[in-house]
């Protein structure tokens, strides 16, 4: 079994204002900053998995396709690639690391589009939203970096501070 929402808490007055909360996170559904794209996951395999455990290594939605298909011996399909990776191991054993070294989203189209490159605990938003308003987004924010170990709720924009990994 497994659950999981597909983004952040919605705030969106079709939803009858929205619900939810994104906690300490910046953001909510419709933007990538962490409270947009951080989720819970919730996997049950008794047979299969550890029982009562909580893993906090970053993996995406993406990854569940390659899981499953590992899981049940399935192929993956040729000619195509996958984003996301196996977790397998990550959720078998605590301290197993990431499958991924970087990745990349982008939200929108054209020249307007939001985008992020995270790699390690560097995450480089470019276009940036956050319609929660927990801090404004001025236009020195177009490049917008974080590092989610030192700042969680990328409240603080580090791109002038660490140049070279803006670069």
Known sequence: MLFQSDHGHSVEERTFGGGGSAGVYRGHKGNLFEGGIRVPSVVSWPAGFPKGEVRDQFVVGTDWWPTFAELTGSKKPKGHKLD??????????????????????????GKNAQWVVREGDWKLHGNPNDNSQKAPITKDDQLFLANLSMDPTEMTNLASKYPEVVK
Do not use: E, F, M
């Open 84 to 109: 996301g990776s196996s977790i397998v191991n990550v959720i078998r054993k605590a301290k197993t690391k990431t499958p991924h070294d970087n990745y990349y989203w982008q939200l929108g189209r």
